[in-house]
T-cell receptor, first 111, second 109 residues
Framework: ETGVTQTPRHLVMGMTNKKSLKCEQH?????MYWYKQSAKKPLELMFV???????ENNSVPSRFSPECPNSSHLFLHLHTLQPEDSALYLC??????????FGPGTRLTVL | GQQVMQIPQYQHVQEGEDFTTYCNSS?????IQWYKQRPGGHPVFLIQ?????EVKKQKRLTFQFGEAKKNSSLHITATQTTDVGTYFC?????????FGQGTELSVKP
């Protein structure tokens, strides 16, 4: 266990559904991240929150909406997704500028 | 812009053989980190290198940072089946970690 938990671990949703991914870190870190990992592609950084403020938004479509209510929790709200959004969504945290600790990920399938 | 290339993309070895993966940057790096991701798992931090010419060891793993801080390598001595996975060397760019394709290692028992 790395101290970063993610729920759910697996999610299947239709293109018209709305769902949320949750990430929680128990490490007292000051930064949290969302990554997307598609098959045979590098990890893509989606969002960065530092001290609960969003500092990075890598041209991610608006159908992905992050939320960081406090330094321990991070959400990714999903709506009107496309099949190509199916991927492993990884959350990570760090005490900047040190190494990142990843959660186990949510395997998302969009039908 | 800055680019870090990792080679090889895939490596298949017989158990007991050595393995090396290389990361080469077009520009000087402030530091470099190494991560391992097992099949079906998530990336796990292995080490961070900061100093020019730095060499660090973790059991059978040896990490090096080049003198010019433009390249790094990970060498595994006498691979075991537990070494299977993808090894990444993301670099730090403005506080962000930029991941490449990594090197996927498979080990035949």
């Amino acid at each position: 266990e790395t101290g970063v938990t993610q729920t759910p671990r697996h999610l299947v949703m239709g293109m018209t559904n709305k769902k949320s991914l949750k990430c929680e870190q128990h490490l007292g870190h000051n930064a949290m991240y969302w990554y997307k990992q598609s098959a045979k592609k590098p990890l893509e950084l989606m969002f960065v929150y530092s001290l609960e403020e969003r500092v990075e938004n890598n041209s991610v479509p608006s159908r992905f909406s992050p939320e960081c209510p406090n330094s321990s929790h991070l959400f990714l709200h999903l709506h009107t997704l496309q099949p190509e959004d199916s991927a492993l969504y990884l959350c990570a945290s760090s005490q900047e500028p040190n190494e990142q600790f990843f959660g186990p990920g949510t395997r998302l399938t969009v039908l | 812009g800055q680019q870090v290339m990792q080679i090889p993309q895939y490596q298949h070895v017989q158990e007991g053989e050595d393995f090396t993966t290389y990361c080469n940057s077009s520009t000087t790096l402030s530091n470099i980190q190494w991560y391992k991701q097992r099949p079906g798992g998530h990336p796990v931090f292995l080490i961070q290198l900061v100093k020019s010419g730095e060499v660090k060891k973790q059991k059978r793993l040896t990490f090096q940072f080049g003198e010019a801080k433009k390249n790094s390598s990970l060498h595994i001595t006498a691979t075991q089946t537990t070494d299977v996975g993808t090894y990444f060397c993301p670099y730090n760019q403005g506080g962000k970690l930029i991941f490449g394709q990594g090197t996927e290692l498979s080990v035949k028992p």
